[in-house]
């Protein structure tokens, strides 16, 4: 017996009325139970892949392609000739020069400990927080006048206006030399600087960062010349990021820590993926469940083919060939379940993303409704899970079908 006489005989089981009414029910209903839950997995990972390519994209305006760091302490040593060797490397775009510490900014009454980080004029090449102004401008003045570029929520905390302010705020930094002091103030050199604007990216950065001028930053921190915090590399489009790295680990050596932007962040992209995988397993163990009603709607349909089933092993059909058809029969099921649910995520995605059906409430997200975002791979994966569980839950059935004996009067 070939594969479409199987495809066949299934079908046929599947489509053709039976005696008891309750098992075409059954069938129906673990076909409905196989597709929503098919559609819930492929919705709520679209979701998350959604959510997952948000962050990334928002992340990837304060984060640089590679971020050059020391491997201990907080400053690395880049000499004239060693950053001309890295702007010379192939797929580097810019090189920008950074410094970063806490300080305290104090305008009147109003405080706010914030990380502030000092950059050069490429800054703005290799950062996305340049086309991330919420008001005023990018300008972080230069070593005698500095200007502040704060996150929006450093902005509100110190009560400004960053674009209509027109007195400095204070900003206390560690100074120079490290020695005991009486008052923990005194520990702190004290300059003015001007807010000239203030970017809006996301909570994680505008209630923490203030960037400001690099020379400014270096004198206040006792930095030389060539002494740094970090340098952040942008690649040229297409550039590989692993070419690019082990190109830098080669032209600096060792003492020199070199991070992608995954590196950078890698307990946030390791969360998102656990949080994937864990709904994805949740999901899983409910398709499981829905199996059961598979078994139940297959094991009746044993009883109600016996007869056939005597019939075709007295014509000469072996256990493998019955087992064959009714494990056709679950996959058959699954099958459709999961097509059914398939087109169902993809029409929830389609109305998502042209109809917003469901919105973010508050005013505190980029966007005002939930990111979805189809992956191929979700599909396959999906497709996969469900054939397999109806595969092994038409396996007893099955089994059940190909031990019956045969017995058949006149």
């Known amino acids: 017996m070939n594969l479409s006489r199987i495809l066949t005989f299934s079908w046929r089981y599947f489509s053709a009325k039976k005696s008891t009414n309750a098992i075409n029910i059954i069938s129906w209903v673990s076909v409905t139970a196989i597709m929503f839950g098919s559609a819930s997995l492929i919705i709520i990972l679209s979701a998350f892949n959604g959510f997952e390519s948000l962050v990334k994209s928002l992340y990837a305006s304060f984060y ?52 502030i980080k000092g950059v050069d004029s490429n800054y703005a090449h290799v950062s996305g927080v340049p086309s991330s102004m919420y008001r005023g401008e990018f300008n972080t003045g230069d070593a005698e006048q500095p200007a502040l570029v704060m996150g929006v929520g450093v902005e509100q905390s110190l009560g400004l206006l960053s674009d209509r302010s027109i007195y400095p705020v204070s900003v206390y930094l560690p100074r120079k030399s490290v020695q005991e002091f009486s008052n923990p103030m005194e520990a702190l050199g004290l300059s003015l600087a001007n807010p000239s604007g203030s970017f809006a990216i996301q909570s994680e950065f505008d209630n923490k960062y203030v960037i400001t001028n690099l020379a400014f930053l270096k004198s206040f921190l006792g930095y030389s010349a060539d002494e ?151 599909f396959i994966i999906v497709t996969t899970t469900v054939m397999m569980i109806g595969l092994l839950a038409s396996w007893i059935p099955a089994r059940r079908a190909a031990s019956s004996s045969v017995s058949l009067r006149s």
């Not at 907080?74 to 410094?99: H, W």
């Not at 297409?238 to 082990?246: H, M």
């Not at 995520?345 to 990111?371: R, V, W």
Request: aromatic fraction near 8%.
């Open 64 to 115: 640089a392609d590679i971020r050059i760091g020391a491997v201990q302490g907080k400053v690395i040593v880049l000499n004239q000739k060693q950053l001309d060797q890295l702007r010379a490397i192939s797929g580097v775009s810019f090189v920008s020069l950074t410094a970063e510490s806490k300080a305290l900014i104090q305008n009147d009454m109003l405080q706010a400990v914030v990380h």
């Open 228 to 378: 740094f915090g970090s340098a952040e590399v942008k690649l040229i489009p297409g550039a590989s990021e692993t070419d690019v790295a082990d190109k830098i680990r080669q032209v600096l050596g060792v003492g020199y820590k070199v991070e992608n932007r995954y590196q950078q962040n890698s307990m946030l992209y390791t969360t998102i993926r656990m949080e994937k995988l864990a709904i994805y397993g949740i999901f899983s163990l409910i398709l499981i469940v829905a199996a059961f009603t598979m078994i139940g709607a297959l094991s009746m349909l044993v009883l109600e083919k016996e007869k056939d089933i005597q019939v075709m092993k007295a014509m000469g059909a072996d256990n493998t060939m019955i087992q064959k058809i009714f494990l056709a029969e679950g996959v058959m099921l699954a099958f459709i379940g999961t097509a059914g649910g398939l087109a169902i995520a993809m029409l929830f995605y389609y109305l998502q993303t042209t109809y917003k059906l469901i919105p973010l409430e508050g005013a505190t997200f980029l966007i005002d409704y939930y990111p979805v975002k189809l992956v191929f791979s979700d």
